[in-house]
């Protein structure tokens, strides 16, 4: 599976002999099994149950987006895995000295990435030298030190996160999309997504996603950074479209240049490795100039 899919306009969607039927006036097919994400923008649009179920069990996720285009709810691929519950034993049993040492691993390579972004956006990288002062568990919160300089570094000293400008929206926007792959592999082996590494907030049901997803994040960031002299307002259709597009772009993985998609689903998998044998290194993402994924 490698295609996003993302509709905008009044659709009637549904499947038919293993496809996806989109009729937005004129019908368009897409074999459901090359799906990775369909994200559903427009509010007016109508989709099957039977449509819902062929996605679901094919292991895609669906993105449904409310009134300001933003991702807002997501039907995930739970019944892919047969033994969720010895995942779920596993992820519960976690010692805290292991947990924390995979913290630090996360952390370092998130900063190891800004770094690497700030330099690919011609910017000074002020924040690489910190990775060497990140501890287990991070308890020296070098994470958020390193974030309040990166952020400025990046977009500018008056930059504030999730003020109500169009690069927040963007971050937001491609955040959300990054969050919902995450959890769409965290459910496809066995995992509970509530259940976090370092997140642990009762209100949060993508704890795990939202501690995944640090290394992955500087993608978006580098992509919002190319898109200066944008005008305040709702995300364009185009731009939705490559926020989206970024699933596609290569990152790399130990020596191999792979999709992000292709990503997220190695480091799930490293992941359940690594939950039963805390020896094993985690390999995660990073950060390359933005390019697609050439699929051969």
């Not at 996806?20 to 074999?31: A, D, F």
């Not at 930059?159 to 955040?175: E, Q």
């Not at 994040?217 to 580098?222: F, G, I, M, T």
């Amino acid at each position: 599976m490698y295609q996003q899919v993302i509709i905008d306009s009044r659709a009637k969607i549904y499947q038919r002999n293993h496809q996806l039927c989109v009729n937005t006036g004129e019908v368009y097919h897409i074999p459901i099994e090359d799906i990775d994400t369909i994200v559903i923008a427009n509010r007016e649009s109508s989709i099957t149950v039977a449509c819902l179920d062929s996605l679901v069990e094919n292991g895609s996720s669906v993105l449904i987006c409310g009134k300001n285009y933003m991702p807002e709810g997501i039907l995930l691929p739970f019944g892919a895995y047969s033994r969720r519950l010895r995942m779920i034993k596993y992820q519960i049993g976690q010692g805290k000295p292991a947990v924390k040492q995979l913290w630090k691993m996360i952390v370092q390579r998130k900063i190891a990435n800004q770094g690497r972004c700030l330099t690919l956006a011609g910017k000074q990288d002020c924040v690489s030298a910190m990775v060497d002062r990140v501890q287990s568990g991070d308890k020296g919160n070098v994470e958020s030190i390193a974030a309040a300089r990166y952020f400025k570094a990046l977009f500018g000293s008056s930059f504030v996160r999730h003020d109500m400008d169009i690069v927040n929206s963007m971050l937001d926007y491609g955040y959300a999309i990054l969050r919902s792959a995450i959890a769409r592999y965290l459910a496809a082996y066995g995992f509970e997504p509530c259940l976090g590494i370092h997140h642990h907030s009762e209100v949060n049901a993508f704890n795990l996603a939202d501690d995944l997803i640090e290394p992955f994040r500087p993608l978006v960031d580098l992509y919002a950074s190319q898109k200066g002299g944008m005008e305040v307002g709702e995300l364009p259709q185009s731009v939705r479209q490559e926020l989206v597009g970024l699933l596609s772009v290569n990152v790399l993985m130990g020596k191999e240049r792979v999709s992000v998609s292709n990503a997220v689903e190695r480091v799930v998998q490293g992941l359940a490795r690594w939950y039963q044998d805390a020896a094993e290194q985690l390999v995660l993402p990073q950060l390359l100039p933005l390019s697609l994924h050439n699929y051969e």
